[in-house]
Each structure stands twice: as structure tokens, then as C-alpha cells.
């Protein structure tokens, strides 16, 4: 029997080595730096430790900090660092997760009676490194279910012990560097030496495994990078990303609001953030209108029967907003039941279903902005991009199933007709589809997932789109392809997402004749290339840090008179502006120009026109510019020719 076996390198190259060979092994014989380099290794799609052994024929990839799978273990390997100062600076602590996340890690901790405050980061910090010195190894280990019951028994943590509860033996690993010992799958980096800078960011509440009724633990979050230099660039970042966040400048900019006795994140769009919602609305209602797309209403709640129906109780109804009783008309109670709206589709479907199709009248394709209701715990609430309360640029394809490749072509042309226009050039495409392993979560046959996944894959790679595939982020009902924006910021949003769904038509009964004359189920598309208008708001305002495309901005102008003495004139050109649809205001107040100035700087106000003596008397403006300054003076008749180009650049640009 052979003690050899055959490892693939990306490239396609296939080397021999002797079984029990470690990624670190391959790097080195490769070269001495990429070892130095190297995190972790892909071993036919799973992520390892490098000392992990490798004993049958694999397709390895060496993964460093230039792969995000390099970066989830090093943040991993971090939050294990920092449990591990916690314990040496806070003994007899508890601890629930600690996983890495988009950027950095955080760890759930209990610290009993002891309450941090903030200060006390700085301290952990010095900790951590002092640990990280020591280059102690992280060690795997299999342990029994009953051993693993044992030391965290011995220990007194519950919450490790109730994570091991629902595990199986053969399944359960512990990870130990230096002195600390966690409960971990892994994996990790070869030692805690590769980290260098260490920051930990903020304390937050947040209760044990997302139940209200569970204890509150403290969650720190913090980041870490094999160089400092990395960690200054990401900390200068940070302090851009508080100038640009949505919810400070959309208060500046008075776009829109939330009340605390309307409800917690439920959205109050104030007129100039309406403004901005309405063109957007606009911008994309006649682009569909161009695509074939029929504009439809649906109300904001439906019957509890339609969402058992679509599958959308069963999923979502217990964590979500429950039902709405009907009131009786006497003294008996009614069985009605109303939810509020969780998704647009079943409405949809409804809707087809008005009248008989023929495979004559298909594709269909049925648009709506339909405003959606998720419960969000409080604790997950965040401005814009997570509320309660969201509308999303809903439409649903119904189509031949011969159809579906060139129609969900045309939706991604759609999307990135969406992105280009304002400014979102950089972003991959995500294939998200089933968790092979846990197909319980998901409604619908084999043979049409295998189907909807196949149709998905053929037509990114028609379009030639950059794509990354993720097993398990399929929805319940059908596989997806999420888009993935980076922003200015060179952070990763998901926004416009498009679906196949073969399974909805099947619940929902749905029909059309065909050519054969007999009867067939549709398929049908669900897509929304701005996602949800709040979030693609969000993100558009920190994007573009407040400064919109100016055929995008509620207040394109603002007409600063320099006293009152000119009102009459300000209110001449203001009046004319407005007869060619550029939108501003006129700024009365009783305040130097000087102010004024700074006070449409903070605002964004694309263009300020200022007026005076001398304008007044020659028939001028004096511009402006939002960030660059004085433009010139030039006629009203010369400024709206020139604004008038200039909306046309900004969209042209794109």
C-alpha cells in the first residue's frame, strides 16, 4: 500500500508528498517565505490549521492574510488571544463565542459582578500582546464528550457545557495556546507570534445565544493585524467611516428620523430625505417600465393563511411580529388572523392568479415598492441599514421554464445598469446556494433546486460576472445571487439580490396553458436591485459621503442673499430655477453671508448662488461650489444652461 498521496495546487500543478503532510510542509517546499506566510490551508474546500496532518489525495489552497479565509483565521486566533488575557487579568470569568467576523472578532464574556467601562481596554490590550510574544502554539485536541462535559463541569462555565450539550462525540475539539483552553472546531494560526497589533474597539450588551430572556454577557469587539502599519491605515479609516456614517449626516442633512414612540426602527423620512427616495423610486420605476415590467399595489398586511401558505409563518411567523386578531362582529370570536406584511411574493402570487395564463402571456412581470415588516431584535437595530420597517424595489418574474436563463440575464443588465449609474463599480457576485448537508432547512424538491442552482450559475457566467460561491445562504424557498458592494470605504454591502423559485408556483397552485394545450407550472424570478430603499440609502450616503450625483440630490441649490435688501432678487432667481426643475431654497436668514456659506457646506448643497448689489444690478449669480469654492459669476440663463449640463455629466459619467 502506497504511503504517497497527491496534492493539487490551485494552479492545477500535482505534487507527491508522504501521507501525514502539513500545509506548512507544502508551503516550505514551495519556499521559506510563503511558509513564514501562511495562516491556514483549504483542504478540499474545508479551512485547517497548517500542523493539521494531511493523509489522503487532496486540492489544497495556501491561505495568508491577502485571502479573507487567511484574515477568519487570524481574527479567530485573536478572539482566543483576548479570552485568553481576559482570564489572566479577570480569573474565574465565564465565556460563551467568540467568532471572527467581517472585520475583526468579538467575544462574549460574563464577568459575574464586575462591570466594565471602557477604560479598562487599553490594559487588555497590552495583555494581549505580552501573550502574543510568547509565539505560544495553538494545539488541537479531540476530545470525548464526556471529558470535554468534565472540564468545563470542573471549570463551572455553563455556557461552554451548553454548547457541548448539543454536540456528538467525534465532533468536539478543544484549541490551547499557553495556558488557556477553549472549546473550538478551529482552525487557527500557527502561533500567536503572527500577531503584531492589537485593538480592541468597543463594549457591547448582548444576551447568551440571541434570547432576551437569557443573561446579558459582555461582548467585546476588537481587530488585529500582523503589522502595525496595517492597524493605523484601519484606525484612519474608522475615524472616515464616523465622518461618512448615515446617521450623523443623514440628521445634518435633515433626510430622515426615528422616534422612540413611533416605534424602535421604524424609519421617519423627513421632505428633503423623501425627495431623495422619490427620484430613486423614479429613476428605477422607468427603467422597469423600459424592461416590460407592470407596476402593482398590495396592501401592508395579509391574511395568516397566505403566509402558511408561502412558508413564510413556518419560517418566520415565531421570531416575527405576530398575528393581528380580527374584530368579531358580535359577541363570538373571530378566527381571522392578519400579519403584517413579511414579504411582497405571496401578494404576487395572489396576482397571477386574478385571471388564466396562457404561455403567450409570459414572461409576467409584476413590480412593486412594497414597504416589508421583520421583527429585529433592539440590540441589532442599526440606523438605516437594520430596521424594522424597510421597502424593498420588489418584482416577480412569472416565466416559461425555458425562459429563465435569458430573464434572469436581463434582471442582472437591470442591476448593473442600477449600480453603474451611481458610482458602485466595485462589488463580486455572490452564488448563494443550498447547505447540502442540512437540506431540511428548505422547502422544495431536489430536481428543482438542482435546476434553479444550475440556471443561476450559467447565466453569471454568461454576463462574465466576478463570483464567489457560499453553500447555505440560499433562501428557504430558492438559491440566489446576491450582489456584494464595496463602498468607499472598501466595505462589503449586500444589495440587489435576484432568486429562482420553483417552489412558490408549486405552493401557490399557479398555472399557465401551454403550446401542447395542457396545463404547467411557471417559474418564478424574485429580484430587487436596490435590495431595500433604506439600506441602499445607507449605504449611498456614506458611499458618497453625502455629496449625490447632483441629478440624485434633494437640494440642488442654495440662493444666499447677502442681506435682506435683495430678497426680491434671490426670490427672482429662485423662481426661476424652480420653473427648470432645479430644487434649493433661498436662505432669509438674518445672518452674514460668511455663515451662510458654512452652513450649506455642512448641508452638501451642491451649488451656492450668491447674490448682491452687484448681481442684482447686472442680472448674475455668483457660484459656488460644495468642497472646491468660488466658480465664477455668469447670467441665470448661462447657469441653468451649465447646471443642466452638469446633471447630464454626473449621469453620463456613470
Known sequence: MSNKIKITLPDGSVKEFDKGVTGHDIAMSISEGLARNVLSTKVNGQVWDTTRPINDDAHIQLLTWNDPEGQNTFWHSSAHLLAEALEELYPGIKFGIGPPISNGFYYDVDFGEKELQGEELEKIEQKMLELARQKNEFQRSEVSKQDALDYYQKKGDEYKLELIDGLNDGEITFYQQGNFTDLCRGPHIPHTGYIKAVKLLNIAGAYWRGDEKRKQLTRIYGI???????????????????????????????????????????????????????????????????????????????????????????????????????????????????????????????????????????????????????????????????????????????????????????????????????????????????????????????????????????????????????LGEAAFYGPKLDFMVKDALGRSWQLGTIQVDYTLPERFKLEYVGADNSKHRPVMIHRAPFGSMERFVAVLIEHCAGNFPLWLSPEQVAVLPISEKYADYANKVYTELESNDITGFIDHRDEKIGRKIRDAEVKKIPYMLIVGEQEAAEGKVSIRKHGEGDVGSMSLEDFKSFFNQKVLDSIENK
Open 224 to 470: 488585529t493585524f500582523p503589522k502595525q502599519k496595517e492597524l493605523k491605515e484601519y484606525l484612519e479609516l474608522l475615524e472616515e467611516a464616523k465622518k461618512r456614517d448615515h446617521r450623523k449626516l443623514g440628521k445634518e442633512m435633515e433626510l430622515f428620523a426615528f422616534s422612540e414612540k413611533v416605534g424602535l426602527g421604524l424609519p421617519l423620512w423627513l421632505p428633503k430625505g423623501t425627495m431623495l427616495r422619490d427620484r430613486l423610486e423614479n429613476f428605477l420605476k422607468k427603467a422597469q417600465v423600459k424592461a416590460g415590467y407592470q407596476p402593482v399595489i398590495t396592501p401592508h398586511i395579509g391574511n395568516k393563511e397566505l403566509y402558511i401558505t408561502s412558508g413564510h409563518y413556518e419560517k418566520y411567523g415565531k421570531d416575527s411580529f405576530q398575528p393581528i386578531a380580527a374584530p368579531s362582529d358580535d359577541d363570538s370570536k373571530s378566527d381571522e388572523e392578519y400579519l403584517l406584511k413579511p414579504m411582497n411574493c405571496p401578494h404576487h402570487c395572489e396576482i397571477y392568479k386574478t385571471k388564466p395564463r396562457s404561455y403567450k402571456d409570459l414572461p409576467l412581470r409584476l413590480a412593486e415598492f412594497g414597504t416589508v415588516y421583520r421583527y429585529e431584535q433592539s440590540g441589532e437595530l442599526h440606523g438605516l441599514t437594520r430596521v424594522r420597517s424597510f421597502t424593498q424595489d420588489d418584482a416577480h418574474i412569472f416565466c416559461r421554464p425555458d425562459q429563465v436563463k435569458e430573464e434572469f440575464v436581463k434582471v442582472i443588465d437591470l442591476v448593473l445598469f442600477v449600480f453603474n449609474s451611481l458610482g458602485f463599480e466595485d462589488f463580486v457576485t455572490q452564488v448563494s446556494l443550498r447547505d447540502p448537508e442540512n437540506k431540511e432547512k428548505y422547502i422544495g424538491s431536489d430536481e428543482l433546486w438542482d435546476k434553479a442552482e444550475k440556471s443561476i450559475i450559467e447565466a453569471a457566467e454568461e454576463k462574465g460576472l466576478k463570483t464567489v460561491i457560499e
